[in-house]
């Protein structure tokens, strides 16, 4: 049973910093590239950075591009987001997928395999 379990969520002030991590079991994680997405109140839900099975490309939305980094820990099975500088509109439910990794989509947006339950992050000003 494959199973992505998301942690850190919560409370952090604008300008702060907060890790999120998910922990990925039941599947051979270094075969899938990963990403994390959110979804605001309101909004649906939006890529918002992808990293590829090796952990050497990445991708990422404009609008956390220079402040969220994605890396991952093939070793340990999981996959972080480093929220640096948060502001009050990244707050959302944050979510972990994978998608099986393919040659000719290395950094897939859409066609994920997996996903997990969800983590809030709430910024305040």
């Known amino acids: 049973q494959v199973q992505l379990v998301e942690s850190g969520g919560g409370l952090v002030q604008a300008g702060g910093s907060l890790r999120l991590s998910c922990a990925a079991s039941?599947?051979?994680?270094?075969?899938?590239?990963a990403g994390w997405f959110r979804q605001g109140p309101g909004k649906e839900r939006a890529p918002v950075a992808v990293i590829d099975w090796s952990g050497r490309r990445t991708i990422y939305a404009d609008s956390v591009q220079g402040r969220f980094t994605i890396s991952r820990d093939n070793a340990k099975n999981t996959v972080y987001l480093q929220m640096n500088n948060p502001e009050p509109e990244d707050t959302a439910v944050y979510y972990c997928a994978a998608a099986l990794a393919t040659m000719g989509n290395p950094l897939p947006r859409t066609g994920y395999d997996y996903w997990g339950q969800g983590t809030q992050v709430t910024v305040s000003a």
């Open positions: 039941g599947l051979t994680f270094s075969s899938y590239a």
